[in-house]
């Protein structure tokens, strides 16, 4: 399997404008989740996924951030409008079986927001 | 508010050495999970721990849990210049349901 994958690596973006991050699973895993990771705070959850429903949404920031999954083999993170302060590495992870088995990340987007 | 605190959050040791670094966690949990981020990376599972006494081995690394003193340790033995990366500690608060809560993160270098 390819492993979990990200798009875009890298993104700048000016404040206010409007940001997606795009996350394909592993093939079968059932749990899905989104972290932010800053120097500041270091690794938040921000949001996770069970069979393509949202669970628990306690870890998105603001109203400015939301994340769909349409089907099992694809999520977005998007934030509408951007802040410099949103500047971080994004992280998807997935999960094939929960409890007893760990989480996969993919390789992170650095979002840049001027 | 849950806590899950790491020590040292610097190391630098010379290799052939060994050392310990120790993951506190403020709530009751009976699952842990130690991650490898090397520079610019993702993040690398390395051991889920799942139940009190819990031990896990893997080359120069070794990971325990004690979920009565809610406390992890990541032993490494006689380190080599390759384990330098940061090593995060995460505390499964949902129990079963992975929602984690990351440590610091413990940055180890290892001098040759």
């Known amino acids: 399997d390819a492993g979990v994958i990200q798009s875009p690596r890298h993104e700048v973006t000016e404040m206010g404008q409007e940001v997606t991050l795009r996350c394909k699973p592993i093939s079968g895993h059932d749990y899905l989740f989104w972290y932010r990771q800053t120097m500041m705070r270091g690794l938040e ?69 001027l | 508010e849950l806590k899950v605190e790491q020590n040292p959050l610097f190391l630098s040791m010379q290799e052939g050495k060994n050392y310990t670094i120790y993951c506190n966690y403020s709530t009751t949990s009976d699952r842990l999970y130690w991650y490898r981020q090397d520079p610019g990376k993702s993040l690398e599972s390395l051991f889920v721990l799942l139940s009190n006494g819990a031990v896990k081995q893997e080359g120069r690394l070794m990971a325990s849990l004690d979920t009565k003193a809610r406390l992890s340790t990541l032993h490494i033995t006689a380190a080599v210049h390759d384990l330098s990366a940061t090593y995060f500690c995460a505390v499964d608060i949902d129990q079963g349901a992975q929602k984690l809560v990351f440590g610091q993160g413990t940055r180890l270098t290892i001098n040759p």
């Open chain 1, 45 to 113: 959850l921000l949001i996770y996924f069970n069979n393509n429903v949202p669970i628990d949404d306690s870890g998105m920031p603001e109203d400015r951030f939301s994340a769909k999954m349409p089907n099992a083999s694809f999520s977005t993170l998007k934030i509408q409008p951007s802040e410099p302060r949103d500047s971080a590495v994004y992280f998807c992870a997935s999960s094939p079986l929960v409890g007893t088995d760990t989480q996969y990340f993919g390789p992170g987007t650095r979002l840049t927001v």
